[in-house]
């Protein structure tokens, strides 16, 4: 699911996600109106507080841009402002999107984002009015338009934010109908041991009982001497000494992995009904970047599903381990720390897919009050969090979890009735002029049932949070995974014995073919993302980068002349190709299979005496798998695996193994440490057969790519002697727009292009 604001800062993609939604809201938000979910107005009987299901939001010269791939439900563009008594001007411009995209394998997320208050047309520069997008463009008026199947994308100008009340604003919000949240809104106060869902995204968490053991040491690591995880080939993992001990009190602890660092978090109920943190945070650096050697160390047996263990908590994918424990450590009261195995039954494990209640996750719904649809909140839990909203920032940040079912306020049908009590005596709208002015008002904002919505009370998010907290899932739909194609990419070649850079056009995926790379392991490759953690924008950008160009744009998982290459039959199979007969066997300990010593030294001793000799004399003859007499049709399949396969019944292994050997790939390559530097992008210039054309690239991205291809090279910046970077560079590029809010330098070095110069969008 890829999901932005929408205000995009320019230096986003170098921001901590917490920070990034910060300077959002420093720079955007305005604090004291037009607050979600309950807006208060005072009156001389009393506050009234009305239901509000978005928050105002001032653009500061950026355009409105859409938050996600969608489809345009409704939209009206006003010819000019209109003007509300003493209030003043204000806008009715609005765009309603409806989208539909994916958190996980299981779970399809459709949700609706509302732009209110854009600026009206006569009040739009000529540049200005030149960035809407055409549909909107050329029907100014009072009108609502539905246009048919009318798609957008993520970061497409939708407009600029217009007058509220004589201030620049715009209202937006985040919804979902009744169907909708069904379909993803889990109660994790149910989940009171065992797991939560599948369609794992963000952090873990886990909920411990009242009175359960902590330990000083790690029992797996040495009874004596440094308190470390032993570690062979490799420097040892140190491990912070713990506090034997109980809790007296049932706990909920957050774990968040963000770059490279493990960050524990642990809350406790507290007095007034909420929770709060107990203690400090546990921080245990290099814990991410070292998952590889730590599943290995405790997880010998089986690795890979030690990985799972280790960083979600249980174990997700289809391989198993006999040690099904997950050590760590954890406060567990103020004063201690310690560590405890959280695999047990008896702890629940969970995600962010599971909406943790201790964060502020709760539906508030008013349909059983006796005012339910009149607009005004009357949920008295409500009001008592917004009253303490005003003095606590942790209040604030827990009104912010809060999904409240309510009336739209953009439905003018049955207004007598809904605002009945605010045309009570002494109430705002007692003098019928006043009703009158404010009936029109309302009316020429309204559009709810000119844009064909039936259901009049939806259940609303605050926007903010609610794409913080999908930002997260790295999940990638069928749409958005099929714009990761470059539509160019530069070669390096000969012509006429020359050496020659050509610009060719990579050949467009297949949409309809089950069969197609893209098609049939979209699926596994979100799995693996999932699993070795290639969870961020940048990290997927760094993977598809190499992992595109390595299967010839994604239309095969072998190397096209793998039968006549001198490493033949060990050539490179998968997404980063696996390649000699070394990294096949290490992979194949990672998931726990056993290849005999004897015949595991016989082929990468007879792999290095090739690979020793000058390229012009090296022959596959004697890598030939006739002359094993050891291997087996099991190893030789297990090999075959990793190309996949396009058959129907392709196995589960087939399906499994080329995306899931890329991962270990990236984990034992540590390619995400490099991944999480930051990208400065370049712009780069290349003579090619067509002409001048560009590709951009990083010092980032080439350090991950020579971390799994050519490591000798890594402090060697764009080294020749890395294969086909340029062309990696080319869908590098394409990924980086397409999977962050990354802006590319244009000629001049400014941070302006939004999409790679030269190169044509794979939109669907």
């Not at 996980?104 to 000529?126: I, K």
Request: glycine content about 8%; proline content about 5%; charged content about 25%.
């Amino acid at each position: 699911m890829l999901i932005s604001y929408p205000f995009l800062p320019a230096s986003a993609i170098h921001d901590d996600e917490d920070i990034y939604l910060a300077r959002i809201v420093e720079g955007h938000l305005l604090q004291y109106e037009g607050v979600y979910p309950v807006s208060t107005m005072p009156t001389p009987q009393g506050d009234v507080h009305r239901w509000h299901g978005g928050v105002h939001l001032h653009g500061g010269g950026e355009p409105v841009r859409a938050i996600a791939d969608g489809t345009v439900v409704a939209y009206r563009f006003a010819a000019e402002a209109e003007t509300y008594g003493s209030l003043g001007r204000y806008d009715t411009s609005f765009v309603l999107l409806r989208h539909e995209t994916q958190t996980g394998e299981n779970t399809t997320v459709a949700f609706y984002s509302l732009y209110m208050h854009l600026a009206n047309q006569a009040d739009l520069t000529a540049d200005r009015l030149s960035q809407l997008p055409r549909w909107m463009r050329g029907k100014p008026g009072s009108d609502v338009h539905r246009p048919a199947e009318q798609r957008v994308w993520r970061k497409d100008v939708l407009g600029f934010a217009g007058q509220l009340y004589n201030r620049e604003a715009m209202h937006f919000e985040v919804f979902m109908l009744d169907e909708d949240l069904n379909r993803v809104w889990r109660d994790s106060k149910a989940i009171t041991q065992g797991a939560g869902s599948n369609d794992w995204f963000g952090d873990a968490h886990f909920v411990i009982p009242e009175d359960q053991p902590f330990a000083e040491r790690h029992p797996r690591a040495p009874a004596k001497g440094p308190h470390r995880v032993e570690i062979s080939g490799a420097t040892d993992f140190p491990l912070p000494l713990g506090q034997a001990g109980r809790n007296a009190e049932k706990l909920y602890v957050s774990v968040t992995l963000h770059r490279g660092r493990r960050v524990a978090r642990t809350y406790r109920a507290s007095k007034d009904g909420g929770y709060e943190q107990v203690g400090t945070a546990v921080v245990q650096d290099k814990y991410e970047y070292e998952l590889y050697h730590l599943a290995t160390a405790l997880y010998p047996d089986c690795p890979s599903a030690g990985l799972e263990w280790l960083r979600f908590g249980r174990v997700l994918g289809p391989d198993r381990t006999t040690r099904n424990e997950n050590w760590q450590l954890v406060r567990y009261s103020e004063s201690a720390i310690g560590y405890i195995d959280l695999a047990p039954e008896a702890i629940a494990k969970l995600s962010d897919a599971d909406f943790p209640h201790w964060q502020g996750w709760q539906k508030r719904d008013e349909g059983t009050t006796a005012h339910a649809s009149d607009g005004i909140c009357d949920d008295a839990p409500t009001l008592t969090l917004v009253q303490a909203a005003r003095g606590s920032s942790d209040a604030a940040r827990a009104l912010q979890h809060l999904i409240c079912k309510a009336p739209s306020e953009w439905d003018d049908e049955d207004l007598a009735a809904r605002y009945a009590r605010m045309r009570a005596p002494g109430q705002p709208l007692e003098a019928e002029d006043n009703w009158n002015r404010f009936k029109d008002h309302v009316a020429k904002m309204a559009f709810w049932k000119a844009a064909g919505m039936k259901q009049r009370s939806v259940w609303h998010f605050h926007p903010l949070r609610f794409i913080r907290r999908h930002r997260k899932c790295a999940w990638l739909s069928t749409t958005e995974f099929r714009q990761l194609r470059p539509s160019h990419a530069v070669r390096t070649g000969s012509k006429d014995k020359r050496p020659t850079v050509f610009w060719e056009a990579v050949a467009p995926w297949s949409e309809d073919n089950a069969a197609a790379v893209p098609n049939r392991y979209r699926v596994p490759l979100n799995n693996m993302m999932r699993k070795y953690g290639i969870n961020t924008g940048t990290r997927q950008a760094a993977f598809f980068g190499n992992a595109i160009q390595e299967t010839t744009w994604l239309s095969r998982l072998s190397e096209g002349s793998g039968g006549t290459l001198w490493y033949a039959p060990w050539y490179g199979r998968g997404f980063l190709q696996l390649t000699n007969p070394e990294n096949y066997i290490g992979y194949w300990a990672w998931r726990g299979r056993v290849v005999p010593a004897k015949l595991a030294t016989e082929l990468v001793h007879a792999y290095k005496a090739i690979a020793d000799k000058t390229p012009a004399s090296r022959s596959n003859a004697t890598l030939q798998d006739a002359h094993f007499k050891d291997l087996t049709e099991q190893v030789q399949d297990w090999r075959d695996d990793v190309a996949g396969s396009s058959a129907p019944d392709a196995t589960a292994e087939e399906k499994l193994a080329p995306a899931d050997s890329a991962g270990f790939y990236w984990v034992m390559c540590r390619m995400a440490g490099h991944a999480d530097l930051d990208h400065v992008m370049e712009r780069h210039e290349v003579s090619t057969t067509l002409g001048v054309k560009v590709y951009y690239r990083s010092p980032a991205f080439w350090r991950a790519s020579a971390a799994v291809n050519l490591p000798s090279v890594i402090d060697r910046l764009y080294s020749s002697a890395l294969n086909g970077f340029d062309s990696r560079c080319c869908a590098y590029g394409v990924a980086m727009v397409v999977l962050t809010d990354a802006r590319l330098p244009n000629a001049q070095g400014a941070s302006t292009v939004w999409f790679p110069e030269g190169y044509t969008p794979a939109r669907a």
